[in-house]
């Protein structure tokens, strides 16, 4: 019996003391983000100084295929806007009528343009790994937006006793420390339109919020409508509790 | 019209004119009508009419998805996301039948869980519990096709893992796994038949819960003190008393669920499942959702072959035992009525049935917890001790309670009943 019991109790502290022996990243620290909680909305302006590092910096390696050049009007910018932002970008259409593949400049409807013609070449051209595409990243890591933000702003130099792989980076809030990715952001990489301080942190957390509202863009619709849904449903249940102490008054 | 004895005589010449020849408006007075309910069932009765609500809900919105889905593995993750991005009201639909997945199965948990309480499964009632274990096991297998369809690293690797199981048949094992993924790899074949199994099993689905009401209607409603109406003073009718009292446990439940749905969509729901299927890369740790984790606990809770004693040949491999123990686990639930032959129905007046019966229901969030670790350390151990419970109760347990049991008074009857009818 005591051995059983000191056997669960080895267990025990052998499992409680996994994950600081796991080669996982450290836990990225909480961030206070406008779009989180019930009455979050998205920070228009971040999103549109978001993008700006997106376009400037992350869109030379990483693509994001689920959008559309047209869906950029949600971040404020006019029709007219967002076409010059896409005739930015060349892509590949056609075949046309003489059976040719042919470059014109991106419109509204085009999907963003993938920097990598396919995941081969991407990979080709980051040492083996790969960028990946940013559509949904907010959505597809644990702690999603605290992550993403970690990520940027974990990038330190190693400790002297880590073994760091040539050609790889050592960030602190990266699964086993050793991401392929160079430090993408730096202080003053950016500079922004709207005249805001481009500190790495900025940067950072504007990024953070871009890709966010990329992978949902329908939040803020979302959100509008579950509270005119709440509201109705919770007069509903009111009403229902109501009708139903009534009727049942008289048979109690 | 011997089927429904007299025909009513209806006002309305319209109603009175089809009543006639298809007694329809008959059939749903005495069902839904008149149709006598114990007058103490609780809130814990309204849970079947949920759990049909959100199989309303979840066809309706399935049939939209699939308006809008294309079952190919190189389109199937990119189909779901023009849903949720460029179709009106499509990442709505998408949030609704992905939550309302785990809504039902909360709703069908909680009507199991009265059900074993309340005795729902003993005489006369054995034949509507077992075709509530067959809506269980098809809604199962009905969600796990489900979460196939966006072919997401969830979707895959889930796939991978659980048709991998039938590997552990003996001889058969490995042909079977090919015959079941439609090649030698979990691809667009098993992508197409999980698309129309996903598709077909709700309306079977439906099927059931005809036969289960049907039966229902044959014996009634169980109810807290677990003794059958005697008397009209026993019961109220189905409408408008039971009807409104159902109505205000649906709204509360329909208002937590669109909670859910509008403000925590991802609640539920793992990170995997958005992205992209990639067979080369297995993700570092794969969980089902979380309504099979109990299962998926016992499952993994088996890790030692059993051999035959001073040899190496193996008789009974682990995966073998877990396979068998998973699927053994709701199997068993059908012979329940028979392994539980304590004339009392109640858990009231079951003074150790009702203690252990509580385990069960820890029991089941402990393997939740298990099946949702790494299997190894403490979870693992919970995971097997809990697993232990789980077949000692209903294999031992309950068949020595049957006999041994020092049940309380049980009440003559309903309206006997001194807890029965006190204001609710």
Sequence with gaps: MKKTLSMLAVAAVMSASLPSLANEGAEPPHQKWPHQGVFGMYDKAALQRGFQVYKEVCSSCHSMKLLSYRDLTQLGYTPDQVKTVAAENTITDGPNDDGEMFERPARPADRFRSPFPNDKAARAANGGALPPDMSLLSKAREHGDDYIYGILTGYEEKPADFDLMPGLNYNKYFAGHQIAMAKPLNEGQVTYTDGTANTLEQEARDVTQFLAWASEPHMEQRKGMGLKVMIFMLAFCGIMVAAKRKLWANIH | ?424
């Design chain 2, 1 to 424: 019209m011997a089927h429904f004895g007299e025909n009513k005589n209806f006002k309305n010449p319209v109603v009175n004119w089809i009543d006639n020849r298809l007694p329809i408006f008959t059939m749903l007075i005495k069902e839904y009508g008149v149709f006598p309910m114990p007058r103490n069932v609780n809130y814990l009765w309204s849970f079947g009419g949920i759990a049909m609500t959100m199989l309303g809900i979840m066809i309706l919105t399935g049939i939209m998805m699939a308006m809008n889905y294309t079952p190919h593995t190189t389109l199937a993750f990119d189909s779901v996301e023009r849903t949720m991005r460029d179709v009106n009201f499509g990442w709505l639909l998408r949030y609704i039948h992905m939550n309302g997945a785990s809504f039902f199965f909360i709703a069908v948990y909680i009507h199991i869980a009265r059900g074993l309480f309340y005795g729902s499964y003993k005489k006369p009632r054995e034949l509507l519990w077992m075709f509530g274990v067959v809506i269980l096991l098809l809604m199962m297998a009905t969600a796990f096709m489900g979460y196939a369809l966006p072919w997401s690293q969830m979707s895959g690797w889930g796939v991978t893992v659980i048709t991998s199981m039938f590997s552990a048949i003996p001889l058969v094992g490995d042909g079977l796994v090919t015959w079941l993924w439609g090649g030698f790899s979990v691809d667009n074949p098993t992508l197409n038949r999980f698309y129309a199994l996903h598709f077909l099993l709700p309306f079977v689905i439906l099927g059931v819960v005809f036969i289960h009401v049907w039966a229902l209607h044959v014996t009634g409603s169980n109810n807290p003190t677990g003794v059958e109406p005697k008397t009209p003073a026993d019961t109220v009718p189905f409408a408008p008393y039971v009807s409104t009292k159902d109505s205000v446990a649906l709204v509360f439940f329909l208002t937590i669920f669109l909670g859910v749905v509008f403000f925590y969509p991802l609640a539920l729901t793992e990170v995997d499942h958005f992205r992209k299927f990639d067979p080369m890369q297995t993700p570092a740790h794969i969980v089902p959702e979380w309504y099979f984790l109990p299962f998926y606990a016992i499952l993994r809770a088996f890790t030692m072959d059993i051999t035959v004693p001073f040899t190496t040949i193996v008789l009974l491999p682990a995966k073998l035992q877990g396979v068998l123990a998973m699927f053994g686990s709701i199997i068993l639930l059908v012979f329940l009525p028979w392994l539980d032959r304590n004339p009392v129905k109640s858990g009231r007046f079951r003074p150790v049935f009702k203690w252990c019966i509580w385990l069960l229901f820890i029991d089941f969030f402990v393997l939740m917890y298990s099946g949702a670790k790494p299997p190894e350390g403490l979870p693992l151990i919970m995971g097997q001790l809990g697993t232990v419970y789980y077949f000692v109760l209903f294999l031992v347990i309950l068949p020595v309670l049957s006999f041994k049991e020092k049940n309380l008074p049980v009440p003559a009857s309903i309206s006997a009943d001194p807890g029965c009818c006190k204001k609710r």
